[in-house]
C-alpha cells in the first residue's frame, strides 16, 4: 500500500530559526514527490521533486529528494511568522492517480 | 476560470440528509481531484478524474459517497444519508496530466 510519512508532526521555533521537515514514502512506480503550504484552507504549491539529489529554491525555501532511501526534506532558512502553516507532502506514481498525501507537519514560528 | 472554484463554502446537515457538493476546475485541466480533510488529519484521496477515462474511485469510503464529472468540467460529490463521521473539509483540486495541483478553497461540511 503507497504511504506518506512525515515528521515531526508539529514543530514550534522562533522566528530566524532554520527548520528542515522530512517526509518519508513507499509508493509503487514512483513518479513525483510535491510539497504544498496549507495556512486555511486550500492547499498552495510550493515545489515538485523528480530526480534525486537536485535541489530546488524558492526564496528561502528549498527541498531536495533521495530516491534511493525514498524520503525528502523541506528546508526553511530565517523563518518568519508567515511561515507558520501546515505543511504538506505528497507523492504520486506512474500511472498518474491521485497523490497520497502525508498528515502533514504544522509549523508555528513565533516572534 | 482563474482558479478552482467549490461551492457551497461552509454546509450545515442533519444526520441522515444528502448533500451535493460542487467544483468547478480550472478551464482546460483535464485531470479532476477530490480529497476529504478531517480536523488535523492529511488529506485523503476520494476520487479521480482524467479526460474521458473511467474515474479512480478506490478512495471512496462507502458507497454513500459518488461524484460525477461531465466532460473535462463541473465535478459534483454526492454524500447520501449522511452521519456525523463525514463531517470534514472537502478540498476539489485540478491539473493538467502530470503537473501539480491546483486546489480549490474547500466546502466544510457539518452534519449535526
Known amino acids: 500500500e503507497d504511504k506518506v510519512v512525515q515528521s515531526p508532526l508539529s514543530l514550534v521555533v522562533h522566528e530566524g530559526d532554520t527548520v528542515t521537515l522530512n517526509c518519508s514514502y513507499e509508493v509503487t512506480n514512483f513518479r513525483s514527490l510535491l510539497w504544498y503550504k496549507q495556512e486555511k484552507k486550500a492547499p498552495t504549491f510550493l515545489f515538485m521533486l523528480t530526480s534525486s539529489g537536485i535541489e530546488k529554491k524558492s526564496g528561502r525555501l528549498s527541498s531536495i529528494l533521495d530516491k534511493k532511501e525514498l524520503f525528502s526534506i523541506l528546508n526553511i532558512t530565517a523563518t518568519q511568522t508567515g511561515d507558520s502553516a501546515v505543511y504538506l507532502c505528497?507523492?504520486?506514481?506512474?500511472?498518474?492517480?491521485?497523490?497520497?498525501f502525508g498528515k502533514g507537519t504544522t509549523l508555528s514560528v513565533s516572534s | 476560470g482563474a482558479g478552482v472554484s467549490q461551492s457551497p463554502s461552509n454546509k450545515v446537515t442533519e444526520k441522515g440528509k444528502d448533500v451535493e457538493l460542487r467544483c468547478d476546475p480550472i478551464?482546460?485541466?483535464?485531470?479532476l481531484y477530490w480529497y476529504r480533510q478531517s480536523l488535523g488529519q492529511g488529506l485523503e484521496f476520494l476520487i479521480y478524474f482524467q479526460g474521458n477515462s473511467a474515474p479512480d474511485k478506490s478512495g471512496l469510503p462507502s458507497d454513500r459517497f459518488s461524484a460525477e464529472r461531465t466532460g473535462e468540467s463541473v465535478s459534483t460529490l454526492t454524500i447520501q444519508r449522511t452521519q456525523q463521521e463525514d463531517s470534514a473539509v472537502y478540498l476539489c483540486a485540478s491539473s493538467l496530466r502530470g503537473r501539480e495541483l491546483f486546489f480549490g478553497e474547500g466546502s466544510r461540511l457539518t452534519v449535526l
Open positions: 478551464s482546460g485541466h483535464t485531470a
Open positions: 505528497a507523492v504520486e506514481n506512474q500511472a498518474g492517480t491521485a497523490l497520497i
